[in-house]
Nanobody, 115 residues
Framework: QVQLVESGGGLVQPGGSLRLSCDAS????????MGWYRQAPGMEREVVAV???????TYGDSVKGRFTISRDNAKNTVDLQMNSLKPEDTAVYYC?????????WGQGIQVTVSS
């Protein structure tokens, strides 16, 4: 059974920062891609940031320049540093891993940006 443990969400004021973490260290299979997606109420799930095993990254247009994704291949963890947060960043954020056993989602973690 694949285990993903997400942490770091919560309530923050506009302009603030949060750091999300996803721990996949309990899994022994090879992980190629790690990333974060988000889904706001009434909206489709969208990509936030993805990092592959080489370290190459991809960001959604709305978060470029504000969010930074990083991964630790030895620990099988992926973090998302979110700066200059805006109310429109409010959503449930999901960790995603893709490896030689397929793709798996985390349970989701709420991020709310509000004054």
């Amino acid at each position: 059974q694949v285990q993903l443990v997400e942490s770091g969400g919560g309530l923050v004021q506009p302009g603030g920062s949060l750091r999300l973490s996803c721990d996949a260290s309990g899994n022994t299979f090879r992980i190629d891609t790690m990333g974060w997606y988000r889904q706001a109420p009434g909206m489709e799930r969208e990509v936030v940031a993805v990092v592959i095993s080489t370290g190459a990254t991809t960001y959604g247009d709305s978060v470029k320049g504000r969010f930074t994704i990083s991964r630790d291949n030895a620990k099988n963890t992926v973090d998302l540093q979110m700066n200059s947060l805006k109310p429109e960043d409010t959503a449930v954020y999901y960790c995603l891993i893709i490896g030689d056993r397929g793709g798996y989602w985390g349970q989701g973690i709420q991020v709310t940006v509000s004054s």
